[in-house]
């Protein structure tokens, strides 16, 4: 890959000269005596919109000598010669004009996605590498490179009742995504560290995001939820709790067998406003033992959601590829990233995040 990257850099250039080349023979040797000029004019064209300002003002240069030379070859008299000359010329300025702007566009275009990319930090940034009995990763993929922000978010706190996480997704795109991960994510920093329970701490997230869609204005309901999977894990690390609140489920990775951990009582998504007619604590929390060495795997929907040409969905369980012991957390969000870019061939159309936790053996650290 890096022997390749000179080759390309040299492309524009070739195809300058090519331009240039084919200008001069075409004014030399074709029956027409014009026939050239079109293409002498497209070389400062190409410089302009592929090379640096100072690469294409040579360009433009030796292209505006070029074309005087070529009509003193012929005999041309001045005014044709001083037409060919403006002509070339003023392509050249607008070349050199383009050339300008494309470099302003880059600019604006890198210091905002290097702004993009601060906000997705500070709003989202990394989880720690471990907690409680955890070893923990995370990983984020962007369905286009240029959009960095999105609506995935995932977070890992230790509190009074153990480890508690969430990993959820936000309805929407852009900026309003943004300011409602930044509000679930707060209200689950907060609310994490008092509430007894998961389902009480879900109903508190629902309250903070129905407070925040109140401030902002009316929603429509289709439009303005979160799904989101609350999981905790118990301080000795034995036990796993889970409320799945509307989100694709997550996965016990154990003993290289995936099992899927589908709720036992579907819930409603964060945020739809109709919280009443289910009250948390009538919910029970689904539970399940965590075996040294087991993984819990946490995924958005641009992991189930993501296609292969024929339109198949991606489902890790039958995917065949993941059907291996992980003995740590980084290694399982790396597998599942690797195998849904060979599922899509690297054409996924929504934003990916994974969270994966491992329940360390009781000996690590001694």
Not at 19 to 25: D, P, R, T
Not at 311 to 335: H, I, K, M, N
């Amino acid at each position: 890959m890096n022997g390749l990257q000179p080759t390309l850099a040299k492309v524009p250039w070739i195809l300058a000269a090519l331009a240039l080349l084919a200008g001069v023979l075409l004014n030399l040797f074709a029956p027409e005596p014009y026939m050239g000029l079109p293409l002498l004019a497209a070389a400062p064209l190409v410089a302009g919109a592929t090379l640096t300002f100072r690469s294409a003002l040579a360009v433009v240069c030796v292209t505006c000598v070029v074309s005087v030379a070529l009509d003193i070859e012929r005999g041309r008299p001045a005014t044709p010669l001083l037409v060919d000359l403006a002509v070339v010329g003023l392509i050249g300025v607008l070349a050199l004009g383009v050339n300008r702007l494309i470099v302003r566009q880059g600019r604006d275009l890198a210091l905002a996605r290097d702004v993009a990319e601060a906000v997705q930090r500070a709003v989202l940034p990394d989880p720690p590498r471990e907690a409680g009995p955890l070893a923990v990763a995370a990983g984020y993929t962007a369905a286009q490179a240029e959009a960095r922000i999105g609506g995935d978010f995932y977070a890992v706190q230790e509190t009074p009742f153990g480890v508690r996480m969430i990993i959820g997704d936000v309805r929407g795109k852009g900026l309003k995504a943004v300011a409602a991960v930044s509000v679930a994510l707060g209200a689950f920093r907060q609310e994490a560290q008092y509430a007894s329970t998961l389902n009480s701490l879900g109903q508190r997230l629902d309250e903070a995001l129905a407070r925040a869609a109140a401030r902002s204005g009316p929603v429509i309901s289709s439009e303005g939820f979160t799904t989101a999977v609350l999981a905790e894990v118990s301080a000795d690390g034995e036990m796993l709790s889970l409320v799945n609140r509307g989100h694709p489920p997550p996965y016990l990775v154990h003993g290289g067998q995936l099992v899927r951990l589908d709720p036992t009582t579907p819930q409603l998504p964060l945020g739809v406003g109709l919280g009443d007619l289910t009250p948390a604590a009538s919910v029970p929390v689904d539970g399940v033992r965590l075996p040294p060495g087991a993984s819990l795997l946490l995924i958005t929907d641009g992991v189930t959601e993501a296609r292969d040409k024929r339109g198949t969905f991606y489902d890790p369980v039958c995917s065949g590829r993941l059907g291996r012991r992980f003995t740590d957390p980084e290694a399982l969000v790396e597998a599942v990233t690797k195998d849904v870019g060979r599922w899509t061939e690297g054409d996924h159309e929504d934003d990916m995040a994974i969270l994966a936790v491992t329940r360390r053996p009781p000996h690590h650290g001694a």
